[in-house]
């Protein structure tokens, strides 16, 4: 696609749900990350591919979240047992570059709330 | 460890104003910078970066940045405001060091434009 796209948009999950976050990055990218943005704060770093390896996770904030990229495109955000915490936005940005911290295009986000 | 300040939270400016927001950067080498912008709803979009060479630093949409290694500061400017630039704006750092690491964003800076 043009851009990377994100869904679901929106997402209200009860405490104690699982809930799963698609990111479909720009064709070809090969790094891809997940952020975490918390209302009225930047955007936290949480794991990073490299097609479908993932070569990073220390900021994933517990053994809940879990991330995927199968065949190195389309990436999945799990989050089980979700807490009123958890809630926030999540983005997805990708990246055509593998040495250095090349231009992020960032997707729309997921807003969860955990209720 | 690197991490950005943003010292304003919040920034009131007239339109047709000149505008400057703050940021600070603490890395150990040479810094990769960025600066991008959020609308309500939206992903961020990159408005420019710096990696090497001039210090000043052209963007899209007017904007223009200065590296300044003395003072550890990467300042976004804009010569005159017009009521669309009202949007939360964040500074960025990435390592220099190679691999695709992820970047540390500041707080965000909220912009508000007066008629």
């Known amino acids: 696609g043009a851009g990377v796209s994100q869904s679901p948009r929106y997402k209200v999950a009860k405490r104690g749900q699982d809930v799963a976050l698609r990111c479909d990055p720009i064709?070809?990218?090969?790094?891809l990350f997940w952020y975490q943005q918390a209302l009225g704060q930047g955007p936290e770093f949480l794991t990073y591919?490299?097609?479908?390896?993932?070569?990073?996770k220390s900021g994933l904030p517990s053994d809940r979240f879990f991330a995927e990229r199968p065949e190195g495109s389309v990436s999945t955000l799990k989050i089980q047992r979700t807490q009123q915490e958890d809630s926030a936005v999540y983005l997805c940005?990708?990246?055509?570059?593998?040495?250095?911290?090349?231009?992020?295009?960032f997707g729309e986000g997921s807003r969860l709330t955990v209720l | 460890a690197q991490s950005v300040t943003q010292p304003d939270i919040h920034i009131t400016v007239s339109e047709g104003a000149s505008l400057e927001l703050r940021c600070n950067y603490s890395?150990?080498?040479?810094?990769?910078l960025f600066w991008y912008v959020q609308s309500p709803g939206q992903g961020l979009q990159l408005l420019l970066k710096?990696?090497?060479?001039?210090?000043l630093v052209q963007g899209i949409k007017g904007f223009e940045a200065e590296f300044k290694r003395s003072q550890s500061s990467f300042n976004l400017r804009k010569p005159s405001v017009h009521w669309s630039d009202a949007a939360e704006y964040f500074c960025?750092?990435?390592?220099?060091?190679?691999?695709?690491?992820?970047?540390?964003f500041g707080k965000g800076t909220h912009l508000i434009i007066q008629p």
């Open positions: 591919f490299q097609n479908e390896a993932q070569l990073d």
């Open positions: 940005a990708s990246s055509a570059s593998i040495q250095g911290p090349g231009e992020l295009f």
């Open positions: 890395y150990g080498a040479t810094p990769y």
């Open positions: 064709s070809g990218h090969v790094s």
């Open positions: 710096y990696f090497s060479g001039d210090t």
């Open positions: 960025a750092v990435g390592d220099s060091g190679g691999g695709a690491d992820g970047l540390t």
